[in-house]
């Protein structure tokens, strides 16, 4: 299998860089994704990074997974909360994962205390802003 991870993005997080900056911060995502790339080139992995605000869109990048990414990084967005859908391809496709939000989801309303990810995830990475990706590439170096 080749040395790839699958970056995905859910619903609204192409607007980072205007969206709610008190909790998502500055950077828009293509800078995260810049980031990602550099480091991802650094450590040797080969980045796929997408967004989608589409839920069965996410499902089917996540079925197509299996043998093509050694490790999903997933920050959901709001689909965390909600999508049995996102779970279940994720429970099918046996892919790694590793969950990512910008903010810290524990600390706010409670419907963001609940994630349909966390189950099945290797580990949970919240409330670091874009660095999280950076940290969950950081991660998978360390496992490789
Ligand atoms: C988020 C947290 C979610 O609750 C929210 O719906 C998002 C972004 C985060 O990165 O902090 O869209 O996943």
């Known amino acids: 299998m080749s040395n790839s991870v699958l970056i995905l ?3 609204n997080l192409n607007m980072l860089g205007t969206r709610e900056p008190e909790h998502y ?3 828009t995502l293509s800078q995260i994704e810049d980031r990602c790339r550099k480091l991802g080139a650094e450590l040797g992995w080969e980045i ?4 989608s605000n589409n839920e069965g869109e996410l499902v089917t990048w996540v079925q197509e997974a299996t043998h093509v990414h050694q490790a999903i990084i997933l ?3 709001a689909y ?3 999508s049995i859908a996102i779970h279940d391809a994720l429970k099918a496709s046996g892919v790694s ?3 990512v939000h910008l903010s ?3 600390q706010r309303e409670e419907f963001r205390h609940t994630s349909y990810i966390s189950g099945l995830a290797d580990g949970v990475i919240c409330g670091f802003g874009g660095v999280g990706y950076e940290l969950a590439l950081r ?3 360390v496992k490789k």
């Not at 796929?48 to 967004?51: E, G, I, M, V």
């Open 139 to 141: 991660t998978l170096a």
């Open 9 to 11: 993005n859910g619903p």
């Open 104 to 106: 810290n989801i524990f």
């Open 80 to 82: 965390t909360h909600t």
């Open 75 to 77: 920050n959901a967005g």
């Open 48 to 51: 796929d990074f997408r967004q």
């Open 25 to 27: 911060g500055q950077d």
């Open 97 to 99: 994962v590793i969950e």
